[in-house]
């Protein structure tokens, strides 16, 4: 009888072509197939022209979909975005590549544009049991459905659409179980937030990550996206969680979703996929849901934050290997030791990013900022993270809350969550984000960014500083 097998081993296994020292074990190298990938106008170029250079063409062109997300305008009025020439060629390029290679291409006007890990999902391509390989880090976001999702570099890019394999080395394990029920005003990101505080910025390296537990269980598809999609920043190289009728109910409610007989039949594979019964993980994390309560970044790496009710921590409190980073953050951020989070005031609010744009995290907001108005002095900026996100808001009529309480409704694209288009901070400005990386510069040269869940930037808006949400909820049953 074979040995228990983690859910990670198993679709590692099922998608072996080879393996060039048969360990089996971690760190094991084997050729991978790929089922899909996703393609960007940012990370692509240098893919594409390596293939025109060796006279390659793509092995599987309808394995391929590419969209425009991470350097065009979110100008609501598209014709009127602003673009420098290298982005306009990069998007011009993409459109090139795609009509000489057979990939499809969702540009800028196409009424499917949106963020690549927002646009994959909603439209039914991403499957428990796959392999999806991507440009971008964040591509951990697939493992909400029982899928093995990496970022790769640009060769690597190149490698698999000329082979629709890579050359993989199986990573190490590790299961963060979650027990227990969420307290009010606590989300999905605050999860994955103090997950990625308790364990540090590297503390999942070289892992592949299960989400397990009956919080992770009740949660809705759309957070238990946030969370895999976030736990790159903690180091991990995937994230993964099993399957389930929430998953298969999504799928089913997609685009290009398998027809109702395929769905049925899959239904008992999909369900097992799952680790099984006394597999054996390299670590085991347990948290309670309960204990967790709304987080907020102080520092410029995401596990550099506490609790909304903390306070900004003294450098001599911090353990001696990451002290120097904390005065660096401190420094950065304009930070004196012990100054309370909630005295923090902020120049910009911004919801959107492939972490927290989809529907439900614009209705968390919206609760928020029904009836309320953005503070003076506050520039609110939301950017839906599709298009299809952008309708279906609109059609509910969460448009025209955000407007009326001061938010500006701009169009689908990574926009502010990083400063590679016309959406950045001005130096100095400090912007409470529901974005997944608060690094120097990252989202412009200077500015500073406090992470939080919508429905916190939503708080922090209408009050003009960093705010517990809790609080706000309270005035709105009174």
Request: aromatic share 6%; charged share 25%.
């Amino acid at each position: 009888m074979s040995a228990p097998k983690t859910l990670y081993d198993k679709i590692v296994d099922e998608h072996r072509i080879l393996s060039f020292d048969e360990s089996g074990a971690a760190g094991e190298r084997l050729l991978l197939y790929i089922d899909r990938t996703v393609l960007n106008e940012y990370t692509s170029p240098q893919a594409f022209s390596g293939l025109r250079a060796a006279g390659r063409t793509p092995w599987r062109p309808a394995a391929s979909l590419g969209v425009v997300d991470h350097v065009n305008s979110t100008n609501p009025d598209r014709a009127a975005g602003e673009l420098d020439p290298g982005a306009r060629r990069q998007i011009e390029y993409l459109g090139e590549n795609g009509r000489d290679f057979g990939i499809e291409i969702f540009d800028l006007f196409d009424p499917r544009q949106g963020i690549e890990h927002v646009v994959m999902p909603e439209l039914g391509l991403v499957l428990p049991g796959m392999v999806i390989a991507a440009g971008d880090s964040h591509s951990t976001t697939y493992g909400a459905f029982g899928v093995v999702g990496f970022g790769i570099g640009t060769s690597d890019i190149e490698h698999l659409l000329a082979t629709q394999t890579l050359v993989y080395r199986r990573l190490r394990t590790m299961r963060i179980t979650i027990d227990g029920a969420l307290a009010p005003g606590v989300t999905a990101k605050d999860m994955i937030m103090e997950v990625i505080r308790r364990i540090g910025a590297d503390g999942a390296a070289g892992h592949a990550v299960e989400f397990a537990g009956s919080a992770i269980d009740a949660l809705g598809v759309e957070a238990r996206m946030t969370i895999c999609n976030m736990a790159v920043e903690c180091g991990a190289r995937v994230a993964l969680m099993a399957p389930d009728d929430k998953v298969i109910a999504y799928i089913a409610g997609c685009p290009r979703a398998p027809s109702p007989a395929m769905l049925a039949a899959a239904r008992a594979e999909w369900w097992a996929l799952r680790s099984d019964p006394g597999a054996r993980f390299d670590r085991e994390i347990a948290l309670g849901a309960h204990d967790i309560p709304p987080m907020v970044s102080w520092g410029t790496s995401p596990d550099q934050s506490l609790a909304i009710t903390g306070v900004v921590p003294n450098p001599e409190d911090i353990p001696a290997e990451r002290r120097a980073d904390a005065v660096r953050a401190m420094a950065y951020m304009d930070l004196a030791p012990q100054t309370r989070l909630q005295d923090i005031a902020i120049d910009r609010a911004f919801i959107g990013s492939c972490t927290n744009a989809r529907l439900t995290d614009l209705r968390d907001a919206a609760r928020i900022l029904k009836g309320r108005k953005v503070a003076p002095g506050v520039r609110a900026m939301i950017s839906p993270g599709s298009s299809e996100v952008r309708r279906a808001a609109e059609a509910e009529g969460i448009d025209r809350i955000f407007i009326e309480a001061g938010f500006e409704w701009r169009r689908s694209g990574c926009s502010l969550c990083l400063a590679m288009n016309d959406d950045s901070l001005a130096p100095g400005e400090r912007c409470a984000s529901s974005t997944n990386r608060n690094f120097e510069g990252r989202q412009g040269i200077g500015g500073r960014t406090h992470l939080m869940s919508p429905a916190m930037v939503a708080a922090a808006a209408v009050t003009g500083k960093l705010a517990d949400v809790r609080t706000l909820a309270a005035e709105d049953r009174i």
